[in-house]
């Protein structure tokens, strides 16, 4: 009887204290989708931010992939136990932006807790794409790539290819699959991100629309575009791969990242942001190229950015909103984003960060970690590479994906599945429109 | 003489069925009233507005080729756990109830797969049938066959039917061998002295002794395909290549809580909920009748 008295005693007095040290610090949560290496990457910062003050403490955790994260966000949201920054990736911005009253926006965010904050020194290309048309700053830009050819020298040399061959068009592309599969290359090409890399990406570079109204910019009542003559060939020419044996199909997010990095796979289109694990994992020579383009088109426009926002999350008290924008200012200090560029592969997202980058030589002795900023900024802009801003895009994207795989396995022609494909979005675009006039 | 008991006032049978009664009302009544009002509604995801449509998601719902192809697959679906688990599982019964030593050693290893969780279940064999790292995958390679079941439909079919199915095994398996312990050994030894053969009397005396047990699992099974195997399927596959493992329950998810059309979600499970008790009328309407007690 004692000792159980002690024990309550104990815990009491343990709640007390741990009721105390509560008080003082103000604590906020933040959802995001980060395992594996970025995991680590993005705890590494948030115990910086912890270590750097002390009225405030961020908890992250992982809620899961980038879908699995936004879902639970909505659903907790639902249920008012929301936490109060979400990691939203670019197919759910324009849910968000639409979700009024769900989110404060950055710049009001910043505004309200005094934060000093300058939205003008994010890269545009990055910035524009969580900006409403009259130049507000909704959600703060995290972590953003562009896809990139990435290519296993070891497996070229094996095909009796030269490893620094020019690989500049789909074309060439295709005749180097050809010599690698003669050479008996069990999986010439893959790819990640199917619908982002094939068709979202491709529609910016080859400067043609992937949706109508500027992309969705200019209004909800959008409508889907991409199966034009040049997407129908480029989606026709991927299955045809697929049914030479040249391209494998591993899965619609980035499962085929491990067979290109357990040195399986010799060419594969995935995010500049692969660097992170490909620099870890891979135990061969690997090299960084723009991502290909049809030569019947001139230069190529730029290529669109991957990745993921912060968004402050609405209903919380004043102490937790300044806490909240102590941290993503803090994260969007200099030296905190060229760190994260550097060790990750995402774009530096502020200019400021750009430039010590480059200032620091990390360029120089990591050749080619600057193609992906060269590739997204080396156009002015067009209606059509500006972005994308859809509703129910992740459900549209799940559409394409699954269209896509009839392709690959041989059961449609890409004709029909990319028709299909966009008559099923649109649908989606019209209820979309309707649950948010 | 018919055993009975009589209450006396109204209060003590009151108290006595209000713990079901509430129960139901809280897991049942209230859920379903629920879907059924949220199917009439097209609200925005994170459920600041919200607009009445009527049955316009009913009808969004029918005229979307993929969720009438939904009926197929889950059709499809439903009928293959059910049949090859119970023919397995009967099969495996039969063979362990002939056992004469060690039969609990046998019995408990085949009881075992159904301590495992469905996710669990498919995780593992997920793992087998990896396109990276699959033993399975490796050696059909060996054999010539390209496994891929992330890209060709009939292969993902086959993939989540054998691990639904693998757990359901072990509990058809407990209930088939409990019917066939049942039996009175003196009929099947009678059948035996006037000359029947083995199949002969498993076919005439054997499987009408089981038609109660069949017939209960008949029901269980096919309620197990429609709505446990959810995370069989969700591990796999995730509902694709294609959707073409996307069985209804599977859909009311994936448009609900994935893509956060919750309208239409909605609107699936009340139609789910109406197929469900039509299912359930005629088993119990036609199929029981042929039924010996």
Not at chain 1, 123 to 143: E, I
Request: hydrophobic fraction near 45%; glycine fraction near 8%; charged fraction near 15%.
């Amino acid at each position: 009887m004692k000792k159980i008295k002690a024990i309550i005693a104990s815990l009491a007095l343990f709640a007390m204290f741990a009721g105390t040290s509560a008080q003082a610090k103000v604590e906020i949560q933040w959802w995001h989708a980060f395992g594996g290496r970025l995991g680590e990457l993005l705890d590494e910062q948030v115990n910086k931010f912890n270590a750097s003050q002390n009225k405030y403490t961020v908890v992250h955790t992982r809620k899961g992939n980038y879908s699995e994260t936004l879902n639970a966000g909505i659903a907790a949201f639902r249920a008012g136990q929301h936490p109060n920054i979400l990691m939203v990736f670019e197919v759910g911005t324009a849910s968000l932006m639409a979700a009024k009253g769900a989110y404060v926006p950055m710049y009001q965010l910043m505004k309200d807790a005094g934060q000093r904050f300058n939205p003008n020194g994010f890269v545009s290309a990055v910035s524009g794409y969580y900006t409403t048309t009259d130049g507000k700053m909704l959600s703060m830009p995290y972590n953003s790539s562009t896809p990139v050819l990435w290519v296993n020298k070891d497996l070229m040399k094996k095909a009796g290819l030269d490893p620094e061959m020019d690989l500049s068009t789909w074309k060439r592309v295709g005749n180097a699959l050809d010599a690698a599969k003669a050479k008996g290359i069990d999986m010439p090409f893959c790819t990640c991100w199917h619908s982002w890399v094939h068709l979202e990406n491709f529609s910016a570079y080859h400067n043609i629309p992937f949706a109508t109204k500027s992309n969705g910019f200019a209004g909800l009542d959008t409508e889907l575009a991409f199966n034009s003559p040049v997407h129908i060939k480029h989606i026709q020419t991927l299955g045809k791969w697929a049914q030479e044996g040249k391209f494998k199909y591993m899965g619609r997010r980035n499962e085929a990242g491990k067979n290109f990095r357990a040195g399986e796979c010799m060419l594969m289109t995935e995010s500049s942001a692969g660097y992170a694990g490909i620099k870890k994992e891979a135990k061969f020579e690997f090299g960084i190229r723009h991502l290909p383009y049809y030569g019947a088109t001139e230069a190529p426009q730029n290529t669109i950015i991957g990745g993921s926002s912060l968004w402050a999350l609405s209903g919380k008290s004043k102490e937790e909103n300044k806490a909240t924008a102590a941290f993503l200012a803090f994260l969007s200090k200099t030296d905190i984003q060229a760190k994260w560029h550097q060790d990750t592969g995402y774009l530096g997202v502020t200019t400021a960060a750009a430039k010590a980058t480059k200032k620091s030589g990390f360029y120089k002795s990591n050749p080619g970690t600057d193609l992906a900023g060269i590739q997204m900024m080396r156009n002015k802009v067009t209606q059509n590479s500006k972005g994308l801003r859809l509703g129910s895009f992740d459900q549209i994207r799940g559409i394409i994906d699954e269209e896509m795989e009839g392709v690959y396995n041989g059961t449609k022609t890409a004709q029909v599945a990319l028709d299909s494909a966009v008559k099923r979005g649109n649908v989606l675009l019209r209820r979309f429109e309707r649950a948010n006039k | 003489m018919e055993k009975r008991v009589f209450f006396k006032g109204w209060w003590l049978p009151a108290l006595l069925v209000a713990p079901q009664l509430l129960i139901s009302f809280v897991f049942f009544f209230y859920p379903s009233g629920q879907a059924i009002w949220n199917s009439l509604f097209l609200p925005d995801p994170f459920g600041l507005k919200t607009e009445f449509v009527g049955l316009d998601n009913f009808r969004f719902l029918l005229s979307d080729p993929y969720y009438l192809a939904s009926f197929k697959t889950t059709i499809i679906f439903s009928t293959a756990v059910s049949i090859s688990s119970m023919a397995l599982g009967l099969y495996l019964a039969a063979l362990a109830d002939r056992l004469i030593k060690g039969a609990g050693v046998y019995q408990t290893l085949l009881i075992w797969p159904y301590a495992i969780a469905p996710a669990i279940a498919g995780v593992l064999w997920l793992f087998m049938f990896n396109g990276n790292i699959g033993l399975a995958s490796y050696y059909l390679k060996a054999l010539g066959y390209e496994w891929n079941h992330t890209l060709k439909g009939d292969q993902a079919m086959f993939l989540v039917i054998l691990a639904s199915s693998w757990g359901r095994i072990s509990y058809n398996f407990l209930f088939f061998l409990a019917g066939l312990q049942a039996i009175p050994k003196s009929i099947i030894e009678a059948a035996a002295i006037d000359g029947a053969s083995f199949w002969k009397r498993f076919g005439t005396i054997v499987i009408p002794l089981l038609s109660p047990i069949t017939f209960f699992l008949l029901v269980v099974n096919i309620v197990y395909a429609f709505f446990d195997t959810f995370g069989v399927i969700h591990t796999i596959t995730s509902g694709g290549p294609e959707q073409s493992t996307t069985i209804l329950v599977y859909k009311v998810f994936s448009d609900g809580f994935v893509s956060q059309d919750l309208g239409s979600s909605a609107a699936q499970s009340v139609i789910l909920l109406v197929l469900v008790g039509i299912l359930t009328v005629i088993q119990f309407k036609y199929i029981e009748r042929k039924v010996h007690y």
